[in-house]
């Protein structure tokens, strides 16, 4: 085992965010507003959004956007990110392609999440914003909300799905730690919580169903912001700091990325690490390819429809254009907790559409056996979610053998997963399954959706 | 928030470990043979021992150590560690003291033990071992020769002390993932165990019983040697790459510490920050202090008695000269398992007889307060290992605010606590409590020990 690790100095860290938008062929459709439906002005999102990332939400002019002196101070924290050349895993495999990951799991939290959390913690702040609410998958973006809140002095209400709540208990605790309430989501504390409690007492929730909540509590809390960790314009946008890194680091290895690789749950990882690289395939023709890789339980680049769709289960979000499953989907309990989510986003989804990205599905065994393999070649317990990005490399790299090919392959390691070794014991003891849609269910989500519009 | 990080190229990695043994005005005294009582001779470790190891062990003379290139690659997966002044703690404290912290929680198993376990592993595998043994306590020093093992291809069995087995699933997951088998111990699979077990069947386990089984099951294979954690001089001499690093990061931030605090369990870490900075005290009669914190529960060095004992419970090591509890000391079953061990080592032991060291002893709920303090400032959940030197870091902080002083004060983080969370857990839900050791129990121990020599 050898490690080759590409690392750069403070002063790399960017010192702006990188909008896509403006490089797209085809723009994203615009927002709707859910009850006139007629394309949504920037001032309508004042109400949930600090205006500043709601400006951001809707800047279609600006290809670079200024990393404020007070975010990119706490970056500093973690950041630069290591870029690493998984040579361990290349010998494991016996494959001639070269294997490269950018390790956003070094954070103090243990994910990429906190490079969103911080700019919108901080944007809040400086709004005179005192309280904020979020929801949280398997509570990587709970956590780093945590943390942003406390360090810009701001009070925090997570709801947590419910079944990752139970899952995952400790990532519970970080954010009680760092000294956040948090909630079990569905939670009889909001009117979109008890609406669907009362429907299916049983139900172990939804990002949709979280989102519903906390936007709901945002709403009628005084002097208070929702903020979302994903799928969002302003979010993908703050992540391009790991591909923006991730350029100059390939630069310093002396090879271009064939391909990006990503996990996919509402995009921020995905967009983070490849939307840099497609500004050189929309700007300059490279070839690059950029996959996002998906679970097989929730599909919705794969098998998903492309339709206006509420971001939430209730129904409360602006209407956003965008490959989805239905925002009343109901995912199965996969332990990437942070990849059950309905819908895709705006941009990623007209990407999509263009043929410009591609997408895989991955099945949950064979994400935990991808994990397992790269945990004993790099010493990194991966976290579910990004065990999806390391099975979609893996793919690529026996590809790259079987066709005796040299490769070059880049993937974000979105987050570590040792607060999810319950899961690897699960996997261990063989009692998780693979899990995938029905047919029938997407049919009939598919005619709900033709409705909204 | 803000943050200062001092970071090092992977050039400066060490290339040699310190052995601080020929600085010392008094040596340590010499390992007895436990049945002739006879000075140990260094062949006589090497049935236990990789003969390397043994060698590193007997080594009076040599300052220097070289560190192989296979071990110093491996220690570029993470090495340098960064040394970061902590101005969130400080603003926190209103203290006048400048914080400085070494965050060696930053390795991919979370500690600072994988220094050594790398170093251990290559040894063995080099001298044709095929299986290696070990204990752990928390589970630091498990995780990290499990991922040690599997990169140099040695099969390995770890006896994890039970109370933490229990306490703290995830880090046998974690060595479970990295192909390691975990025992909890006592057990019934070795002599000791059973001995214990039968003796007292709901006994929770405690570092020198896991010492014992382990040892006694390296003897029984074939091929197979036994490898720990702490305490012995070898360990120290591989843990000061950390104290190494850290004296070329305070030159950069262009300070000196006055005082380098440490948790100490069997004093690897300890050993690892400080001795650098005591060797400027031993050859340039600096005034650096150096503390050692301990649990209040299991304080071997402020209320230990200087004889010799044996390193395990059951008596197969060698006789050590160490301030010790007595090999059959049962610790109190608190959350920083990694403290839980009734001795202190040859080196630090004399080191603390010559007054050239201090300790302090912590009750766990002060480190739990501490931890939290840290947490909110910092942004890193620390082991609760590692809360007891934060903890004694902020004591030092508030004496230099009620004495208005200037004080420069380094610790050692030695690892994050993402692993511990249902510590932090029963800790804001009031479960835990404090605890002490009875002078009737050590004068009881105390007598025991002198039965030996």
């Avoid at 009850?35 to 990332?53: Q, V």
């Avoid at 924290?77 to 799991?105: C, M, Q």
């Avoid at 991730?246 to 090879?255: F, L, R, S, T, V």
């Avoid at 994400?367 to 945990?375: L, N, P």
Wanted: charged share 20%.
């Amino acid at each position: 085992m050898s490690t080759k690790k590409f690392l750069l100095e403070e002063k790399d860290i960017p010192s702006a965010w990188y909008n896509i938008i403006p490089d797209m062929p085809n723009k994203p459709l615009p927002l709707l507003n859910p009850k006139t439906k007629d394309p949504l002005k920037t001032e309508e999102l004042f109400p949930i959004f600090a205006e500043e990332l709601a400006r951001q939400e809707m800047n279609v002019t600006d290809s670079w956007i200024a990393i404020p002196d007070e975010v990119r101070e706490l970056y500093r924290i973690w950041r630069p990110t290591p870029l690493v050349r998984a040579t361990g895993l290349e010998k494991a495999l016996d494959t001639p392609a070269h294997i490269y990951f950018k390790n956003e799991s070094v954070s103090p939290i243990g994910s990429h999440k906190l490079n969103s959390a911080l700019a919108q913690a901080y944007y809040c702040k400086k709004e005179g914003v005192t309280n904020i609410t979020t929801e949280t998958g398997a509570g990587q973006w709970g956590a780093a909300l945590s943390f942003a809140a406390k360090a810009f002095g701001l009070e925090l209400a997570v709801y947590m799905v419910k079944v990752s709540y139970h899952q995952k208990p400790y990532r519970r605790s970080i954010m009680q730690t760092f000294g956040a309430e948090v909630i079990a989501s569905p939670s009889m504390s909001t009117r979109a919580g008890k609406d669907i409690i009362t429907r299916n007492p049983n139900y172990q929730g939804s990002l949709g169903t979280a989102i519903s909540e906390a936007v709901e509590l945002a709403m009628q809390t005084p002097n208070c912001k929702y903020t979302l960790g994903s799928a969002l314009n302003h979010v993908m946008l703050h992540q391009t700091v790991i591909g923006l890194e991730a350029e100059k680091q390939m630069e310093m290895a002396g090879e271009y990325p064939d391909v990006v690789i990503a996990c996919f749950g509402g995009g921020s990882n995905f967009s983070g690490i490849s939307f840099p690289f497609l500004r050189h395939k929309l700007r300059e023709n490279s070839a690059v390819r950029v996959v996002a890789a998906e679970p097989t339980s929730c599909p919705k680049l794969t098998r998903g429809e492309f339709q206006y769709d509420y971001g939430d289960e209730a129904g409360y979000t602006p209407l956003i254009p965008m490959f989805t499953l239905g925002h009343n989907f109901a995912p199965a309990n996969i332990h990437a907790g942070g990849l059950r989510y309905h819908g895709s986003g705006a941009i990623v989804s007209q990407l999509m559409k263009d043929g410009l990205m591609e997408a895989v599905d991955i099945q949950q065994l064979d994400t935990f056996k991808a994990a397992t393999i790269f945990a004993r070649a790099e010493g990194i317990i991966p976290a579910p979610e990004s065990s999806h990005a390391i099975a979609a490399a893996i793919q690529e790299a026996e590809a790259a053998k079987r066709e005796g090919k040299k490769k070059v392959i880049l993937f974000n390691l979105s987050g570590h997963g040792l607060i999810d070794m319950a899961s690897y014991d699960r996997y261990f003891a063989g009692d998780l399954a693979n899990y995938s849609v029905s047919d029938e269910e997407l049919k009939q989500n598919f005619k709900e959706l033709e409705k909204i519009i």
